[in-house]
C-alpha cells in the first residue's frame, strides 16, 4: 500500500488545495489555518477530520509539532499584492498581506517538511512584488541582485510641510496615533465626493480630527505648527475645493509615514525645490527573497500553470513554486496536461432550468444532474445542490445584462449605459462579463463584485454556478453571508488543479 503523507494547509481559505490532496488518497490534512471566520466554518464542516487554527501570526511551531508530528508537506497560498503603483494611489505604500509571504517562509524553516506548495499570483516573479527594506531584514538581503534604491513620493502638495522633521536615524519617529479604518474610509469617501466637485461635511470632520490629534501629540512643532496653520486657514475659509486638496494630501502623507514606521522601514528624505517630499527606500524581490530562504534547503521549481490545461473550465494563471528537500536529489515536476477540455457549458448546463435564490438559506435544489453524462460529471456528486444563489440586481444591472452578448463586458455597451461610472475607460474588462458557454471562462474572483452574467439568462452568477467553474463538486458546501461565498469561491484554488499538483508531489516523495 502506498504511503499517505501528512499535510499542513496555511492560509487554506475554503479549502480547495486540501480537497484537491484528498481526492488522491495519498495525503491527510492534519492541520490547518485560517483567520478568516467565514472561511474557517466552510473549511472545518467539509474537512472534519482537520484540526483548524486561525490566526497565522500567533502559531506555536513547538505546539504543532507535539500535537500532530512532523508534517510531510505543507500547502498555502499566503496573500501578497506587492507594492506597486496601484497600492500607492490607495495611500498604502506596504500592503500588510506582504508580511504573510514571510510568514509563510517561517513555517517552512520552522517545520522543515519534506514538500511544500507555495501558490500565489501570476505576477509574483515580477519585479512590481517587493519587500521594503527594514531594520527587521538581514544583512544578506543586501546582495540580493534585486536590491536597489527607489524615491517614493510622500508629499507633493502646494502647501510645504516639513515631513523631514519625522525621520530620525533613518527612521520615521511616528507619534502615539494609529489610523483606523473609519479613517480610511472617510478619506476615500472625501475624495470620491471631490472628483464631483461635492464636500462630504462628516468624513472631513472625521479627517480634521485625525490631524488636529496628530498636531498634539507629534514632538516637532516645526512640523505641527505649518499643519495647524493651513487647517484654520481651511475652515476660516469654508473649506473651498482647492484647500481640502491639500488637507487630502496632506492626511495621506501621514498615513503613509505611520505605514512606514509600523513596518520598521529605514529611510532617507529628500526634499526637491518644488517642497515635494520623498524618501529613498531600499527593496528587493519577493522572488529573490524566496530564492534564498528556501533555495539552500530546497530544490525549487517555479512554475505559471493555467487550471484550464487541468481540465478546470476556466483560464487561471497562478505562480506555484513546488519544493522538495535537497535529499531527494531532483525537483518535483510538474503535472502534465490533461486530456480533458472543458467549457462553461460543460459545468453549469444542468442548472440552466433551475430558479437561483436571492436569499442565503439551507434549502437545496435539484437539477437532475446526476443523470448528466458530459465532461465535468465528476462534480455532479450530489442529489442536493446548496449555494445555488445569486445577488439581486437592480433595474440599471438588468438593463445592461441585455444589451450584453455572451463573452463581451462592460466595454461592449453604448455610452448612456456607462454614464454613473466615474470613468468608464478604467473599468476592467471583468466588470459586466457575459460568459460564453462555448469557451472556458475568465478567471473567477468574486464573481458578484464583478457582476458576471449568466450565458443565456439576464442574472447574475450563482455561487454554486462559481463553484462548478473552480471545480468544486456539488456535496462541497459553501457558508457565511452571500458575499462571503462569493469571495470563498473566488479566493479558492480549484481542486482539480490541487489534485493533479497533489499527485506530483506524492510521486516525487515515493521515489526517495
Known amino acids: 500500500m502506498a504511503d499517505t503523507y501528512k499535510v499542513l494547509d496555511i492560509f487554506a481559505g475554503a ?8 481526492q488522491t488518497g495519498r495525503f491527510e490534512i492534519a492541520a490547518a489555518f485560517e483567520n478568516n471566520e467565514a472561511a474557517q466554518e466552510t473549511y472545518r464542516i467539509n474537512h472534519t477530520g482537520t484540526v483548524m487554527y486561525s490566526n497565522v501570526l500567533e ?13 510531510d508537506v505543507i500547502i498555502g497560498g499566503p496573500p ?82 516639513p515631513f523631514e522633521k519625522l525621520i530620525i536615524n533613518d527612521r520615521v519617529n511616528w507619534p502615539n496615533i494609529q489610523s483606523e479604518p473609519r479613517h480610511h474610509i472617510a478619506l476615500r469617501t472625501v475624495k470620491r465626493r471631490l472628483k464631483k466637485g461635492k464636500i462630504a461635511d462628516s468624513e472631513i470632520k472625521i479627517l480634521f480630527e485625525f490631524l488636529e490629534s496628530f498636531c498634539s501629540i507629534a514632538p516637532d512643532p516645526d512640523l505641527t505648527i505649518p499643519i495647524r496653520d493651513f487647517l484654520q486657514q481651511t475652515k476660516d475659509l469654508q473649506f473651498p475645493l482647492d484647500e481640502l486638496h491639500t488637507v487630502l494630501q496632506i492626511f495621506e502623507a501621514l498615513l503613509r509615514l505611520e505605514d512606514i514606521s509600523r513596518n520598521n522601514i529605514l529611510v532617507s528624505p529628500k526634499k526637491d525645490e ?28 517555479p512554475k505559471i500553470p493555467n487550471a484550464v490545461d487541468y481540465g478546470v473550465p476556466q483560464n487561471r494563471e497562478r505562480y506555484i513554486i513546488l519544493g522538495i528537500r535537497r535529499k531527494y536529489g531532483r525537483k518535483i515536476e510538474f503535472p502534465p496536461q490533461s486530456n480533458l477540455v472543458a467549457n462553461v457549458h460543460d459545468a453549469i448546463a444542468d442548472l440552466y432550468e433551475v430558479t437561483p435564490s436571492e436569499n442565503v438559506d439551507d434549502t437545496p ?17 450530489s442529489k442536493d445542490i446548496y ?30 449605459q456607462k454614464e454613473n461610472y466615474a470613468d468608464p475607460s478604467r473599468t476592467q474588462n471583468s466588470i459586466y462579463l457575459r460568459l460564453d458557454e462555448r469557451m472556458p471562462s475568465a478567471t473567477v474572483t468574486n464573481v458578484r463584485k464583478a457582476m458576471w452574467i449568466h450565458p443565456i439568462q439576464n442574472r447574475a452568477i450563482s455561487v454554486r454556478e462559481a463553484a462548478r467553474i473552480q471545480s468544486f463538486p456539488d456535496s462541497f458546501r459553501f457558508y457565511g453571508t452571500k458575499d462571503q461565498q462569493y469571495q470563498q469561491v473566488g479566493n479558492a484554488v480549484p481542486p482539480m488543479l490541487a489534485k493533479a499538483l497533489a499527485e506530483s508531489i506524492a510521486n516525487a516523495l515515493d521515489k526517495f
Do not use: W
Open 274 to 301: 518644488n517642497s515635494q517630499f520623498y524618501l529613498s527606500i531600499n527593496s528587493y524581490t519577493v522572488i529573490d527573497y524566496l530564492n534564498h530562504e528556501l533555495g539552500k534547503e530546497y530544490i525549487l521549481n
Open 59 to 71: 502559531a506555536d511551531f513547538n505546539e504543532l509539532i507535539q500535537t500532530h508530528g512532523h508534517f
Open 365 to 381: 435544489v435539484h437539477s437532475g444532474s446526476q443523470k448528466y453524462t458530459g465532461a465535468l460529471q465528476h462534480l455532479r456528486d
Open 15 to 22: 479549502g480547495g488545495l486540501s480537497l484537491g490532496f484528498l
Open 387 to 416: 449555494n445555488h444563489i445569486i445577488t439581486k440586481s437592480t433595474p440599471i444591472a438588468i438593463q445592461r445584462f441585455m444589451n450584453i452578448r455572451q463573452g463581451m463586458n462592460f466595454h461592449s455597451l453604448s455610452q448612456d
Open 80 to 161: 501578497c499584492q506587492g507594492f506597486s503603483n496601484a497600492n500607492r494611489q490607495h495611500n498604502q505604500l506596504i500592503n500588510m498581506n506582504n508580511r504573510l509571504v514571510k510568514t509563510y517562509v517561517g513555517f517552512i524553516k520552522s517545520l522543515s517538511p519534506e514538500a511544500f506548495l507555495l501558490e500565489n499570483v501570476k505576477m509574483l516573479g515580477s519585479k512590481t512584488h517587493r519587500f521594503f527594506y527594514s531594520v527587521d531584514d538581514p544583512d544578506e538581503v543586501k546582495t540580493y541582485d534585486s536590491f536597489n534604491s527607489e524615491d517614493v513620493l510622500i508629499y507633493g502638495g502646494d502647501f510645504g510641510i
